[in-house]
């Protein structure tokens, strides 16, 4: 069964920074994609970046050249540095794999930016 936990969220101020991470197991093979995605209160789950095997990476307007995600290529891991974090990304952030078959989920992280 795979399983895809996330870490690294907290409290932080604005301007502050956080790394997130996300370990799958279970997996057989290693995801070509992994992203990360938030929702906050009373919006829409959105993408806030992805990421392939061969490193292609895709960022929402909303967080160009603030945050920046990365990954082991031999392993099912991934991360989101968030620097000059703002309180409009306060939300529960998600590690997600999509693959042909299915897309899996982590149980997401707390993000909130506040003074």
């Known amino acids: 069964q795979v399983q895809l936990v996330e870490s690294g969220g907290g409290v932080v101020q604005p301007g502050g920074s956080l790394k997130l991470s996300c370990v799958a197991s279970g997996s057989t093979f290693i995801f070509n994609i992994m992203a990360w995605y938030r929702q906050a209160p009373g919006k829409e789950r959105e993408l806030v970046a992805g990421i392939t095997l061969g490193a292609e990476r895709k960022y929402a307007d909303s967080v160009k050249d603030r945050f920046t995600i990365s990954r082991h290529k031999d392993r099912n891991t991934a991360y989101l540095q968030m620097n000059n974090l703002k309180p409009e990304d306060t939300a529960v952030y998600y590690c997600?794999?999509?693959?042909?078959?299915?897309?899996?989920w982590g149980q997401g992280t707390q993000v909130t930016v506040s003074s």
């Open positions: 997600s794999a999509p693959t042909p078959r299915q897309t899996y």
